[in-house]
């Protein structure tokens, strides 16, 4: 079931605009943690000419929101969310992952690490979230 809820996921990404604006793609590994890619661009940068902390934070809690709303039928929305910026990204390309720290019946917490393709770790952080009784997809 967990898996059908991840491939359910995935399809559904292009439905949020802002993520796909930004270029991200998602898949779930094996282990069902949620990795969310994203290739540089000028359009991510601020103006010294690195990548935006807020598209790194956007990224944190993107990877964080699918690992956990992977485990839940309805929608979960972010109440809480937390990022460390680390170090700067040098125009390489991105990639999060989130996994699940707890899933409760109405509280999901999950973490979320932003790594460079050569895998300097530039952002961590993680968020908490709501269950709500809205459909998912």
């Known amino acids: ?14 439905r949020g605009l802002f993520l796909v604006h930004l270029g ?11 990795v969310i890619t994203l290739p540089h661009g000028p359009h991510l940068e601020h103006a010294m000419g690195d990548v935006h902390g807020g598209v790194l934070a956007t990224l944190v809690d993107a990877a964080a929101w699918c690992a956990a709303a992977v485990h839940y039928e309805s929608w979960i929305t972010t ?4 990022v ?9 390309d991105l ?6 720290v707890r899933i ?5 917490v999950a973490d979320a690490e932003v790594r460079t393709v050569s895998g300097r770790l530039v952002a961590a ?7 709500t009784s809205l459909p998912i997809g």
């Open 1 to 14: 079931m967990l898996v059908a809820r991840a491939r359910a996921i995935e399809a559904w990404l292009p």
């Open 24 to 34: 991200a793609t998602i898949r779930f590994d094996d282990d069902l943690r949620a």
């Open 79 to 82: 109440v809480e969310l937390q």
């Open 84 to 92: 460390r910026l680390l170090e700067p990204a040098r125009a390489e």
């Open 95 to 100: 990639a999060a992952t989130g996994e699940v």
């Open 104 to 108: 409760g019946n109405r509280i999901a």
């Open 125 to 131: 952080g993680g968020a908490t979230f709501s269950v």
